[in-house]
């Protein structure tokens, strides 16, 4: 069976638009986080990841009519199609899996006082409600008239989307896929939902919000972003003469079967799926799930400890850039092509790990050659999904 390799990707992220943005954050350990202010909520202030562009008019085309994360979604998506060329491909044999949690939330908050006013109602409304917007739009964007699918499956759903695009590869139902995530959640329905489960992390300082691997602080920062891979088999990226970034070696996503907002705090199901991702592999780093929320990060600890002791070193680029949730595997996978192709491994900032003293983390940046890193994630709905990724 041929190797599915990525061949181009987009990123749009706080403060970060492209491949060379991303870079520089990622090996100088820069925070990209600022405060978003509510102006009719006074006090009410929290640390988050903001994007200014808008993506309204992306490469001359309008999209004023898509929902903020679909925006964002075309303009990664368009980078990373630019990126492997994507062109090459005929239309019908290109494959589009995109993965989401929160959706069009922020448009659906907008409009859902005139949702009992059929005159205010917005003809674009159906659009807004119907999650499949997002592959489809990103679809007719990059001119692609395959397969079209959208995950909902949480943390996890980038992931899932690449585990998905990887089988369509694998049985030659297509000959490209362009997978990834996108959200744009920075909404009072998912702000006061996780304030309310108290996940959220209510700090107004942005060096103490969001600390990953640490028992002093709690809460995650909430933060938008879009990260899109192109996937293809190895064979067809050197008939092309392609660049080939990283091989997609394994992903594995199981669901815990939990009762609503509950989860596996033993770590146990996270384990198995760790452990068959990586199988005999021992690799460079793990870019770790560790956001802040104490289960979540003693999880992350518990898998690694289980697995290989202290002799792999673990990071979490979450105090850079946050928390995007369906996207943030995503983007961590493209953190990982970076730190292989430049050869270094980022670190994990806002924190001194305590609590966490007998796993090792990577505090500063470390220069090393990179020749696999394991992706973790996991989230409220239930899913872990692990992705091994390796070098050429």
């Given at each position: 069976?041929?190797?599915?390799?990525i061949?181009?990707?987009g990123?749009?992220a706080?403060?970060?638009l492209?491949?060379?943005?991303f870079l520089?954050?990622?090996?100088?350990?820069?925070?990209?986080q600022?405060?978003?202010?509510y102006s009719?909520?006074?006090?009410?202030?929290?640390?988050?990841?903001l994007?200014?562009?808008?993506?309204m008019?992306?490469?001359?085309v309008?999209?004023?009519?898509?929902?903020?994360?679909?925006?964002?979604?075309?303009?990664?998506?368009?980078?990373?199609?630019?990126?492997?060329?994507?062109n090459?491909?005929?239309p019908?044999?290109?494959?589009?899996?995109?993965?989401?949690?929160?959706?069009?939330?922020?448009e659906?908050?907008?409009?859902?006082?005139?949702?009992?006013?059929?005159?205010?109602f917005?003809?674009?409304?159906?659009?807004?409600v119907?999650?499949?917007?997002?592959?489809?739009?990103?679809?007719?964007?990059?001119?692609?008239?395959?397969?079209a699918?959208?995950?909902?499956?949480?943390c996890?759903?980038?992931?899932?989307?690449?585990?998905?695009?990887?089988?369509?590869l694998?049985?030659?139902?297509v000959?490209?896929?362009?997978?990834?995530?996108?959200?744009?959640?920075?909404?009072?329905?998912?702000?006061?939902?996780?304030?309310?489960?108290?996940?959220?992390?209510?700090?107004?300082?942005i060096?103490?919000?969001?600390?990953?691997?640490?028992?002093?602080?709690?809460?995650?920062?909430l933060?938008?972003?879009?990260?899109?891979?192109?996937?293809?088999?190895?064979?067809?990226?050197?008939t092309r003469?392609?660049k080939?970034?990283?091989?997609?070696?394994?992903?594995?996503?199981?669901?815990?079967?939990?009762?609503?907002?509950?989860?596996?705090i033993?770590?146990?199901?996270m384990?198995?799926?760790?452990?068959?991702?990586v199988?005999?592999?021992?690799?460079?780093y793990?870019?770790?799930?560790?956001?802040?929320?104490e289960?979540?990060?003693?999880?992350?600890?518990?898998?690694?400890?289980?697995?290989?002791?202290?002799?792999?070193?673990?990071?979490?680029?979450?105090?850079?850039?946050?928390?995007?949730?369906?996207?943030?595997?995503?983007?961590?996978?493209?953190?990982?092509?970076?730190?292989?192709?430049?050869?270094?491994?980022?670190?994990?900032?806002k924190?001194?790990?305590?609590?966490?003293?007998?796993?090792?983390?990577?505090?500063?940046t470390?220069?090393?050659?990179?020749?696999?890193?394991?992706?973790?994630?996991?989230?409220?709905?239930?899913?872990?999904?692990?992705?091994?990724l390796?070098?050429?």
């Amino acid at each position: 069976m041929d190797d599915i390799v990525i061949t181009g990707y987009g990123i749009k992220a706080p403060g970060i638009l492209d491949k060379f943005s991303f870079l520089n954050v990622l090996e100088k350990g820069i925070c990209t986080q600022g405060i978003l202010n509510y102006s009719h909520q006074p006090h009410t202030n929290i640390v988050a990841g903001l994007i200014e562009d808008s993506f309204m008019e992306i490469n001359g085309v309008s999209y004023h009519r898509h929902p903020r994360s679909v925006r964002m979604a075309i303009a990664a998506a368009l980078d990373a199609s630019e990126m492997s060329n994507v062109n090459d491909f005929k239309p019908h044999r290109i494959a589009v899996i995109m993965g989401t949690s929160a959706g069009a939330i922020l448009e659906i908050e907008k409009y859902a006082t005139d949702a009992f006013d059929l005159r205010k109602f917005p003809i674009h409304g159906v659009s807004l409600v119907d999650t499949h917007t997002l592959s489809s739009s990103v679809a007719e964007a990059i001119g692609s008239c395959g397969s079209a699918f959208t995950v909902t499956t949480g943390c996890s759903a980038s992931l899932d989307a690449i585990l998905i695009g990887k089988q369509l590869l694998e049985s030659g139902s297509v000959d490209a896929c362009i997978v990834g995530g996108t959200e744009a959640p920075l909404g009072q329905w998912t702000i006061n939902g996780f304030k309310k489960i108290r996940s959220l992390s209510t700090e107004s300082s942005i060096e103490k919000a969001g600390v990953p691997f640490s028992t002093q602080h709690r809460g995650f920062v909430l933060s938008e972003g879009a990260g899109v891979m192109v996937l293809e088999r190895r064979q067809s990226a050197i008939t092309r003469g392609q660049k080939i970034y990283g091989k997609v070696e394994r992903v594995v996503s199981r669901n815990e079967g939990q009762k609503l907002l509950t989860s596996d705090i033993t770590g146990r199901h996270m384990l198995d799926v760790f452990q068959e991702t990586v199988g005999d592999t021992i690799p460079s780093y793990i870019n770790s799930q560790a956001l802040g929320i104490e289960v979540n990060d003693q999880i992350e600890r518990f898998t690694l400890k289980e697995t290989f002791g202290s002799k792999v070193p673990i990071t979490s680029i979450k105090g850079m850039i946050g928390h995007t949730f369906g996207a943030m595997g995503a983007m961590q996978i493209i953190a990982s092509l970076l730190s292989m192709e430049y050869g270094f491994i980022p670190p994990t900032i806002k924190t001194s790990g305590h609590g966490f003293e007998d796993i090792p983390i990577v505090y500063e940046t470390r220069h090393q050659a990179v020749e696999s890193v394991c992706i973790t994630t996991h989230g409220s709905s239930g899913n872990n999904a692990c992705l091994l990724l390796t070098h050429t």
